[in-house]
């Protein structure tokens, strides 16, 4: 049985975020991760590594973020 390519649509913002959720995507899984799941994941990765800058950056990440 040969597998079938599909098609994953992603919104290309250019910036860390996006860049992990399409890492996410492509060597995620088959199938590949629900999108909702990728955005959640990248954004606490993002908010985890933001604890080795200094406080400001820190607190603009995290405000960025949302959380």
Do not use: Y
Not at 6 to 19: F, K
Not at 20 to 32: F, M, S, T, V
Not at 53 to 65: E, G, R, S, T
């Amino acid at each position: 049985m040969a597998l079938q390519p599909r098609q994953i649509t992603a919104t290309h913002r250019n910036d860390p975020q996006w860049i992990i959720e399409l890492w996410l995507a492509i060597h995620g899984g088959d199938p590949a991760p629900d999108a909702r799941a990728l955005a959640k994941v990248s954004g606490d990765i993002i908010k985890a590594v933001s604890k080795h800058l200094d406080p400001a950056h820190q607190k603009a990440v995290v405000a960025a973020l949302g959380h």
